[in-house]
């Protein structure tokens, strides 16, 4: 039974257009998010009156600032302050660090700040209660439930790694410090991509910022629209489902009620959920950037059609693991000191990419499992075998990529179950109960729901039907296909809101970080 | 038009093609004629077409899909749907179960006591009826397993609305179930289910399934009717439900005239049934976390007071106790289920009032054992 009636009343003379979103300002407890009401309405009075602006930069400049502040201060107005204190530390880090005589000394200043206030942020209660365990007489008892009211900044994680990139990129000076202060925080405070990415780099983003720069107009407001359509379809209908689906059986992963459950197929469903809501995310990001004008990059390429575990990386949160490359990987030294060195730099940049997605030591376990993979790989790759392999063409070819794809995407199921399940403990179940498992309930389950199988075949029709009317439109631009582009766009973020499930929708999943 | 752009067209598809081009052309040409002012250019109507007719096939795809995989939160608003239940139809509570067998089949929780119903060596037995209040582990149910050995605790496990539990209660006295009292236990989130479904809204499906008959809209009330994907659309906005505008939260506020009519309605018939009977009924009315921690009216359980009273129930209000409690949210659990505090808490009240109304509540134990 739902139980939980609501903490607060909304009276309902406040349900008014506009107050209806000051009272979700001042009197829920949810975060703002792109499906829901008040972002929506947020949006549509930004969008209207940057288009009224656009041609003045300073006003469209302080406009859109003045919104993603609002945006990420909804309801949690008390975590503005670090936000705030982010942007001015890096602003004024980088541009010491180009005109100052030890430009290193400030670069390191400012990445530890980062650094440092996102470990306190993030990683106090773990290191705390881990130290809390190993010996009751090193800190003092703490009582049960010490940190239920810490909170964890939203976005933290991503502001801080676009931060460093910006001021590491001043040091190396393939990108010039902005000198204003206004234009700077924009960069780093735009609520498209604030709280979960993609990560961008100054090129990408604040360059585009700069004066005289500013985007006047949208860019390529078709492909936003898809974009936005796309992620609002992928979220609600897709991963939201999926999530409805296999949730039960995560959360009683270690009850009796699981006992002979098998565990693969809702870890094939996790996979299929945790893509579909980010890269959901990503696209809405990037839709609602490019309807400003602002064009970032991709984030995922079809990562479950990756051969290897290093080209799933290169197709999975690309931005991520471009700047575990750049920022982390070369400066530990890459692959320029030896074989061994060369293992050691990749482990270490996924058990800190693994730490850096949550606080907790499963994540470091997910981290670390796919550096292993990364380094099997590479000791495979130079194998007789996997170059003979390698070397074949025809069906050979093809089955030996077939199964190499399913390898690889088993591996990286192998890894979702410590990134899901959080208490270690549950992780191995849920491992061991990919093979042991009751023969009379492989097949029955809530994970059998056709509704949920339906909702992706649909997913997967409508994106291969959109695809081709684009290609269609943009290769000869008949005015029927350009119409019916429009009309599979229009109609497929319609179907969105329809078939989302009914109540309050999730969060996303990479929220949390 | 040009019919081919440069992209290989099959030849078979050519004379289609056409046909489609002849069919744009004269369709464009009738609406220029229809509308001369409207001087819409060819390509602008052929646009508009592609479009109505790409987003048509859009949505007759999601019509399939609700249609061929209709989603659980859709369901219980279908007439006819694949699932079943134990139910038939109703005219008191809305549903009924169909027999003891489909009853205990749809309530595992009820096969231990089957043996007992016709036993007269048992216990007198307390018969509960309430949410989870009552019959989740640890709850009302439990406690008066642990407290009161002297009577036969008889509980469900499952949650349901109102009507069901009372239909329950209904089915299981006229099967042979004989208790002492019966102990309906009622929330103010019970009342609010009514601001979801109102009586007249439920009913029975061909396969038992208990369904919701949604309020349709003023305008396209046969589009919703007949299409599923104006069905979901019409329950996404949520005025499908008897009163939409009424949030949960101002359930301890004020309770509607059309829900109070309801449980007037029901209280009737159910006063009627035990009085046939010949089983007292106790309604005890539960206070929630934010009456009792955050000062929230009575409304609700004034309202079921009044209503209980008069049909001759008698009522158990424990809001006092709780609301003079010193520590307030000890009383309750994280997710607002009570406490063990709570829970004993509000059954020594329960014994209390019983043992100043009932003359057979003489055996029970001393409230003040009880009491945390």
């Known amino acids: ?513 | 038009m040009a019919l081919t752009t440069g992209s290989q067209v099959p030849r078979r598809l050519l004379p289609r093609l056409r046909i489609v081009r002849a069919s744009v052309v004269t369709a464009t040409a009738q609406v220029s004629g229809r509308f001369p002012r409207l001087r819409l250019s060819r390509r602008t109507l052929a646009t508009l077409c592609g479009l109505v007719v790409a987003a048509a096939a859009v949505f007759a795809v999601g019509e399939v899909y609700l249609r061929v995989a209709p989603p659980g939160d859709l369901a219980p608003y279908l007439a006819e749907s694949d699932r079943t239940g134990p139910f038939r139809d109703d005219l008191k509570y809305g549903v009924q179960y169909r027999s003891l067998e489909s009853l205990a089949a749809d309530n595992p929780r009820l096969n231990p006591y089957l043996p007992l119903l016709n036993n007269p060596h048992a216990p007198p037995t307390w018969a509960f009826f309430g949410n989870s209040f009552t019959q989740a582990p640890g709850m009302l149910a439990d406690t008066s397993r642990q407290f009161v050995p002297q009577r036969m605790i008889f509980n469900l496990g499952k949650n349901e609305p109102l009507p069901v539990r009372l239909a329950q209660a209904e089915f299981l006295l006229d099967s042979g179930l004989k208790p002492e009292r019966i102990f309906l236990v009622v929330t103010p989130l019970d009342v609010y289910f009514f601001a979801e479904h109102g009586l007249d809204q439920y009913h029975v499906t061909s396969g038992g399934a208990l369904a919701y008959t949604p309020r349709l809209p003023p305008v396209g009330s046969k589009a919703v009717q007949h299409s599923r994907l104006a069905l979901k659309g019409w329950t996404r906005t949520k005025l499908h439900l008897n009163q939409p505008f009424f949030h949960s939260s101002a359930i301890c506020n004020r309770v509607e005239s059309v829900m109070r009519a309801d449980i007037r309605t029901l209280f009737t018939h159910f006063a009627e049934v035990t009085a046939k009977h010949r089983v007292p009924v106790t309604l005890i009315l539960l206070p929630n976390y934010e009456q009792v921690c955050r000062n929230a009216k009575f409304v609700v359980q004034d309202v079921l007071m009044e209503d209980a009273r008069a049909v001759g129930f008698d009522v158990c209000d424990v809001r006092e106790p709780f609301c003079s409690w010193s520590n307030k949210p000890e009383l309750f659990i994280p997710d607002k289920h009570f406490s063990v505090t709570g829970n004993r808490l509000l059954l020594a009240e329960i014994l209390a009032h019983l043992k100043q109304i009932d003359p057979k509540a003489a055996d029970l134990p001393n409230p003040a054992v009880v009491h945390p």
Request: net charge positive; with cysteine.
């Open chain 1, 1 to 513: 039974m739902n139980s939980t009636l609501s903490d607060s009343s909304n009276p309902r003379h406040l349900r008014l257009f506009c107050g209806e979103f000051f009272v979700y300002c001042f009197g829920n407890g949810v975060p703002v998010s792109f499906e829901q009401k008040p972002f929506l309405m947020l949006f549509a009075v930004v969008f209207v009156w940057w288009w009224l602006i656009r041609r003045r930069e300073r006003s469209a400049v302080a406009l859109l600032l003045s919104a993603s502040l609002l945006f990420y201060a909804y309801n949690h107005w008390f975590l503005l302050p670090i936000l705030l204190a982010y942007c001015v530390v890096n602003w004024f880090v980088a541009i010491r660090t180009e005109r100052a005589i030890r430009p290193r000394a400030w670069m390191l200043l400012g990445v530890v700040f980062n650094l440092v206030a996102l470990c306190y942020y993030k990683y106090t209660p773990l290191l705390v209660q881990t130290v809390a365990e190993l010996g009751p007489g090193v800190i003092p008892t703490l009582p049960p439930n010490a940190f239920e009211k810490w909170s964890i900044p939203y976005g933290i994680s991503f502001y801080a790694f676009t931060g460093i990139a910006y001021m590491v990129d001043v040091y190396r000076k393939t990108t010039p410090a902005e000198a204003n202060f206004w234009r700077y925080s924009l960069s780093a405070c735009f609520f498209p991509h604030l709280v979960a990415g993609p990560i961008l780099r100054p090129q990408e983003f604040l360059d585009k910022v700069r004066p005289g720069q500013l985007p006047s107009e949208p860019e390529a407001p078709g492909e936003a629209a898809w974009l936005i359509a796309r992620g609002f379809f992928k979220k609600l209908v897709v991963a939201d489902r999926i999530g409805v689906t296999i949730d039960p059986f995560f959360a009683h992963v270690s009850d009796p009620t699981t006992a002979g459950v098998w565990a693969l197929p809702y870890v094939w469903l996790y996979a299929l959920q945790i893509y579909f809501d980010f890269s959901a995310y990503t696209d809405m990001a990037r839709g609602f950037g490019l309807l400003f004008g602002y064009r970032w990059p991709e984030n995922f390429d079809r990562p479950y059609l990756a051969a290897s575990i290093t080209d799933f990386w290169r197709r999975w949160h690309m931005t991520l693991s471009r700047f575990l490359r750049d920022y982390l990987y070369i400066s530990l030294g890459g692959n320029r000191h030896g074989k061994f060195r060369t293992y050691l730099n990749l482990m270490l940049t996924m058990l800190l990419g693994g730490l850096w997605h949550g606080a907790s030591w499963a994540f470091l376990v997910w981290g670390g499992l796919h550096g292993a993979f990364l380094i099997l790989h590479r000791l495979w790759s130079g194998s007789p075998i996997a170059e003979w392999l390698n070397a074949r063409t025809g069906w050979i070819h093809y089955v030996w990529h077939g199964v190499a794809v399913v390898i690889t995407f088993h591996g990286v199921c192998l890894a979702w179950c410590f990134f899901r399940l959080t208490r270690f403990a549950d992780s191995l179940i849920c491992v061991r109960k990919w093979v042991e498992c009751d023969a009379a309930k492989m097949w029955t389950g809530p994970w059998t729901d056709s509704a949920m199988w339906l909702a992706l075949v649909l997913y997967a029709g409508l994106a291969w039907s959109a695809e081709l009317l684009r290609r269609k439109a943009a290769e000869s631009s008949p005015p029927v296909a350009i119409g019916a582009v429009w009309g599979v766009r229009f109609a497929t973020l319609a179907l969105a809101a329809l078939l989302a499930p009914t109540g309050a929708n999730a969060a996303f999943i990479y929220f949390q970080f």
